[in-house]
């Protein structure tokens, strides 16, 4: 089964905190797609990353960071010094070859930044 | 590059009405396009898949009847919400998958309201 959990339902922490938000998943292929996207109170998903399931390393941006572990089939998502706009629900996603091209979401995870 | 433009941003119809939602690639063509519906604190859930000049096909518990989707041209998707009732009355988000690549974007979605 592709499935895609997000254990944390919500987090909230304050301002300047690093912050790190767990993404597991589950798929029987070898070629697949991980994704975080960022949902803010108006609704709009933004895009985050993508990253192929052949690609392992770590990727920075900015205070961004993500971590993939195909041994642990994880792909967190780390927010270095949090700012209250980083306030959003983040969303885990996953696009495997032989799911009719379909996004497999996680429940999301909602994150509180005060200040 | 990569917009999604999705129409209205907010709807309020009268049960028994419908209502027309539409989901424009505005600088690429989009051979697939999907229909999400998100409601409250919740993730996800798609509705249907649409492929460019062919049938919407849809999940397991989507009424094909209800919402009607259409898919006409490689930038314009629609989704038609027919005889709607206040548990229609939801988030509704498009997404179109970029042609030959695996990255996706999204609509800014519609908030449905029925009274």
């Known amino acids: 089964a592709q499935k895609v959990t997000q254990a944390q339902t919500e987090i909230s922490v304050v301002e300047k905190e690093d912050v790190t938000l767990d993404c597991v998943y589950e798929?029987?292929?070898?070629?697949?797609?991980l994704f975080w996207y960022k949902q803010p109170p108006s609704g709009e998903l933004v895009f985050l990353i993508r990253?192929?399931?052949?690609?392992?390393q770590n990727e920075i941006s900015g205070r961004y960071s993500w971590n993939f572990q195909k041994s642990t089939s994880s792909f967190n998502f780390t927010i270095t010094a949090s700012q209250v706009v980083d306030s959003a629900v983040y969303f885990c996603?996953?696009?495997?070859?032989?799911?009719?091209?379909?996004?497999?979401f996680g429940t999301g995870t909602q994150l509180k930044v005060e200040l | 590059g990569a917009v999604v433009s999705q129409h209205p941003s907010r709807v309020i119809c009268k049960s028994g009405t419908s209502v027309k939602i539409e989901c424009r690639s505005l600088?690429?063509?989009?051979?697939?396009m999907f229909w999400y519906r998100q409601f409250p604190k919740k993730s996800l859930m798609l509705m249907a898949t649409?492929?460019?000049?062919?049938?919407?096909?849809?999940e397991q518990g989507v009424e094909k009847d209800k919402f009607l989707i259409n898919h006409a041209s490689l930038t314009l998707s629609t989704l038609t919400v027919t005889s709607a009732h206040p548990e229609d009355s939801s988030f509704y988000i498009c997404?179109?998958?970029?042609?030959?690549?695996?990255?996706?974007?999204f609509g800014s979605g519609t908030r449905l309201t029925v009274v």
């Open positions: 997404s179109a998958r970029f042609r030959n690549n695996y990255g996706y974007t």
């Open positions: 798929t029987r292929d070898t070629t697949y797609y």
């Open positions: 990253r192929n399931s052949f690609d392992e």
């Open positions: 996603a996953l696009f495997f070859t032989g799911g009719g091209n379909k996004l497999t």
């Open positions: 600088d690429f063509q989009a051979t697939t």
């Open positions: 649409s492929n460019e000049g062919s049938k919407a096909t849809y």
